[in-house]
Structures are given as C-alpha cells and as structure tokens.
C-alpha cells in the first residue's frame, strides 16, 4: 500500500506540535520523577548517535569518505567547533576525498 | 504595545544567525527531503510544520519507508521527545497568567535554538520575542528545504553527495561536546554507534525501517541509562513550585 505524502506530514507535524505545546499549556512545575527525567534528559543524545552511525558513511559514494568526515567531525566537536563549521568541514572532507584524494590512489 | 514591539525587534535580531544557519542547513536536508520523494511545495510544508532537523530527517526515512502512519507518530514522538523537556522547561520563564494562545504559539516555535535564546532571556520570557525569532528563522527553515529539493537535481552527483553528511555534522556538534563533558552522555553515544552498527548488519531485521530500528534502540539505551544513572537532582535548579494545572 502506497501511503500519501501529505498525510505523513500531517501526522509528523500533528505529534511534534503536541509535544512542544502540552507541557507548555498544561504544566507550571518541573517534573518530579527522576527516571523520567533521565530518561527524557538522555534521548536526544541516544537517538542522534543511532542515527548518525553507521549512516555517515553509507551516504556519500565513497564509505572511506563517510569515515574520514566521521572522525574529523568528531575532533573538530570535541575542539568545541560551532555547527555550522562542522556540517560544512564534514562536506568538505567528503568533497575533497572522492573528488580530489581519488586521483592519488 | 512598545514593550511587545521592542521585544520582537529584539527577537528578529537574534534571529536573524539562526535563520542564517538554518538556511544552508535545511538545504542539505532538502537533500533527504528528495531522495524520500518530496515535492519542494511538500518539503516547505513540512519544514513549516515540523522544523526539527532530526526530526524532519526521521520523518522522511518513514516516508523513504513507506511505512504506516502510526509508525510516523511513533518516530516523531521519539526523535522530538526533547521538545517537550524543552516546552517544561519554558513553562517556568512565563507569566503565570500567561494566556493559552501565547502558550501554544511559543510552543509550537520550539526549535533548539529558539528555545536556547528564549530560555537564557533575563526574566519572564516576553513571548513576543520568540514571535520575532521564529518569524525570522522558520521562513529561512521552510524555504532552504524547498530550494534543496529543487537544487538536489540540478547540482553534480559529487555535491550532493558532500552535502549528504551535513546533517550528520550537525548531528555531532549536538552530542559530541557533552559527551566530554558527561561521561554517561559519552556512553550513551558509543553505545548508539556501537548497536545502531550491529543491528544495521543483522539480516533478519532488513524488513524494519530504519526509523523503527532508531526509536527502538533509542528507548533502550535511554531507560537503561536513566534505570542505572539518574541525573542527580542537584544539577537541577531549586524549584519549590509543583503545581500542575488543567489550562
């Protein structure tokens, strides 16, 4: 079954405008559970490496690519370079590497 | 009035680096946008409606997918949980008497960066001065990901392909320097690298979507996380108000 583009975007803006409103509208306090606010604390930081890894290196053409803009976007984050300089660097190592280093080899 | 007006100006201002970023940003998502099959009319729509980077990338590996709609709520209900710590976490700059409709505006204009100039403003938070920001940032959001759509078929494959870990970088200025900071958080980030690998590599679970497989592992890693390393309570400022109100 083929599902319509515009539903999807329907349902995906629908869910995140539930999330960023209801606590919001309805909440005046902190939340009081620790497991859940752990768990709340630490999902950004488990569902962006999930997604980062091994997908880094299956998009561009090259996997040696992918690898090399891995590596150097992590020392250049953990050198506390801003996002904009590391989207941009990652993009250039790839460029630069199946474009430029290819003839070398 | 002048106070909301000043307010808003101010916003614009500090929008105006955000809506810079975002631009160049949302054109490599543009990029994803594409490949999962969106019109640039389609991919404005979403940038619109979501403007999530993770999630809006989330959102069209579901669609890349053609996966059941329910799933879609699933995977935006995780990829954009920080959201709602984000939308608590505003509650407290406002006026109690704050009315609804400012509320659910402020609210529906979460992004990460609104949220950080909005949340480190002095004092309650004017919500005119998100209204500024957002007015800024999420056009210059919505039309870099439709320019990518529309660009991604007229740049070389060598390009597209460059631009194809732009996300990715985000991705890493976003977890990578907590990751120094808090070894759990560093953990937690190796574990993601470490089981999203595996589980890309076991061939009988080539029939789940990618976007079930990150809610999935996300939840894991999470729980067991929070179950074995809660965050201490005193890295949360002191807060002596736990009313919840039904607005």
Redesign the interface.
Known sequence: ???N?????????????L??????????????N???????????????????????IT???LPI??IL??IV??V???H?????G??????????FI??VAVNFF | MNRNKNAFFNGVRDGIPIALGYFAVAFSLGIVARRAGLSPIQGFLSSLLNHASAGEYAEFTVIMANAPYVEMAFVILITNIRYLLMSCALSQKFNANTPLLHRFMVGFGITDEIFGISISRAGNLNPWYSYGAIFIALPAWSVGTALGIVAGNILPVSIVSALSVALYGMFLAIIIPPSKKDKVVGGIVIAGFLISYIVSKIPQLNNVSDSMKISVITIIISGLAAFFFPIPKENEPADTDITQEEA
Not at chain 1, 34 to 56: C, D, E, K, N, Q
Not at chain 1, 80 to 84: L, R, V
Request: glycine share 4%; charged share 5%.
């Open positions: 079954m083929t599902h583009i515009y539903l999807y975007i329907l349902v995906a803006a629908l869910v995140s405008t999330i960023r409103v209801i606590p919001l509208t309805l909440i005046k306090g902190k939340i009081q620790p497991f859940l606010r752990s768990f709340l604390y630490y999902v950004p930081y488990a569902t962006l490496a999930v997604m980062t890894f091994p997908a880094i998009a561009p053409q690519a992918g803009a891995l976007g992590v250049a984050a953990w506390g370079m801003n996002m904009m590391i989207a941009a660097l990652c993009c250039v190592v790839v460029f199946e474009n």
